[in-house]
């Protein structure tokens, strides 16, 4: 590490996460676990600095602006993000059960969440490698089932959050970024801490009883989308491990169970409407 101290931080909507909550994802992992050689628990060193093997990262899955993946023979994988800053690169293990982050700390580093952005690349992999995937969409538990609400940006998922917020017996599993996972033969929706507002996310996870497309453009409204529409606009908002060809197969088999076990329904929310009378009704 560098000489002069480092302070380090978790954001606020993490804070939520570092306590256990009823089912956890980690109790579901062993069950259903589709990749063998996957784990449910990554242990992570830090590192001040990068690795001087850089040529032994493997062939490269994915360069983008942002990140890129490689993967290497022994099956290990490497992901650095290049427009961090300060920059970040991890190493993990093809089990996702040990690995090694290097973080470009520097004098003028002000308090840092070591991971960064590297964090929702690193459970992109992990939960591609059992099938599961993140969604760009809000998710709402009451009464014990959950809610998903996918749309582009500003189509209305943080609003119609917020608005089914208000019912006391509802919980806000996140208003931007949530979980899909297939667990125990059925689909659950799990939040996530990666939010602006900390106020609207939960560790808490719910099995998915209905999943809705927004639209709100158009009059109030729900009704019924064909499956195929729906496996579309999944994968519209969704990260999907195109770079993968193993992952992606279980992922795509995944998204046509979930489309035989939940229903999905294009939805049209206006303020000041009854959003829980529409989707109870559905």
Request: with cysteine; proline share 7%; hydrophobic share 40%.
């Amino acid at each position: 590490m560098p000489d002069n101290k480092i302070a380090f931080i978790i954001p606020p909507g993490h804070q939520k996460f570092q306590q256990p909550v009823l089912n956890e994802q980690a109790d579901f992992t062993f069950k259903t676990n589709t990749n063998k050689n996957s784990s449910n628990k990554l242990m992570m060193t830090l590192h001040e600095g990068f690795p001087e093997y850089q040529d032994d990262f493997g062939k490269p899955l994915l360069q983008t602006t942002s990140w890129n993946l490689w993967e290497s023979q022994s099956g290990s994988y490497t992901l650095f993000i290049k427009e961090e800053i300060p920059p970040r690169l991890a190493r993990v293990d093809q089990k996702f059960t040990v690995g090694d982050l290097f973080v470009g700390f520097s004098n003028n580093n002000e308090a840092i969440y070591p991971p960064g952005q590297l964090e929702t690349r690193l459970f992109s992999l992990w939960l591609a490698s059992l099938g599961d995937i993140i969604l760009h969409a809000s998710g709402v538990e009451k009464d014990g089932k959950g809610y998903c609400f996918l749309g582009e940006s500003g189509a209305g998922k943080s609003t119609l959050a917020r608005a089914l917020a208000k019912d006391p017996q509802a919980t806000i599993l996140g208003e931007d970024t949530i979980i899909l996972r297939y667990l125990d033969g059925g689909f659950w929706i799990f939040g996530t801490p990666w939010h602006l507002d900390p106020d609207f996310c939960s560790p808490a996870g719910a099995p998915l009883e209905k999943m809705f497309f927004l639209d709100r453009f158009k009059p109030n409204g729900i009704n019924l989308a064909p499956n195929t529409v729906g496996i579309s606009k999944v994968l519209q908002t969704a990260v999907i491990p195109y770079y993968h060809p193993d992952w992606l197969s279980i992922v795509l088999d995944n998204l046509v169970l979930l489309s035989g076990l939940v229903p999905f329904f294009e939805f049209s929310y206006q303020l000041g409407a009854d959003a829980w009378k529409l989707i109870l009704s559905a």
